[in-house]
């Protein structure tokens, strides 16, 4: 069992400690638990955090939410930085990034862990700036074997 909210918590305090960045808020609900492996989740949303956190900048904002649709949980991380074009987002594969000095793994990285759970992992532009991701994963864990690969095509 995984206590999403505890999970998420986490992720913006170590990452606010070790890495200049956007504020990062969590939003409030009740807490959300799933099945899953804890680490291997926090190691996604930590990549979610950095990119949006160095997306946005020191003087903007990544807001954490999850809430619980049915038996899915749907956790997303939105910011206010520029976002990524359609151009970018369809050409997200591994080694490939639009960061100096980046290695191209973090976004990548986090779609494997998202679907190795059986869920999905969307991006989307946000109004007026930013990005929105949203990872859907089922509560009870992934209802059959992970399919091969798992990296965007």
């Not at 069992?1 to 990452?15: I, S, T, W």
């Not at 070790?18 to 099945?35: F, M, S, Y």
């Amino acid at each position: 069992p995984v206590g999403v909210g505890r999970m998420l918590a986490r992720v913006p305090a170590r990452e606010s400690a070790t890495r200049p960045g956007a504020e990062v808020r969590l939003g409030t609900g009740p807490d959300v638990a799933l099945e899953g492996d804890e680490e291997l989740l926090e190691r996604a949303f930590e990549n979610l955090v950095r990119n949006a956190r160095e997306a946005a900048g020191a003087g903007g904002h990544v807001v954490l939410q999850a809430r619980r649709e049915g038996g899915e949980a749907m956790l997303t991380v939105a910011d206010d930085g520029p976002g990524l074009s359609p151009d970018e987002l369809d050409a997200l594969r591994p080694f490939r990034t639009t960061k100096p000095g980046g290695l191209g793994l973090g976004l990548p990285l986090a779609v494997k862990i998202v679907r190795l759970h059986g869920g999905e992992m969307t991006m989307e532009p946000r109004a007026p700036r930013g990005l929105l991701v949203t990872v859907h994963l089922p509560t009870g864990g992934p209802a059959q074997a992970p399919p091969a690969g798992g990296f965007p095509a």
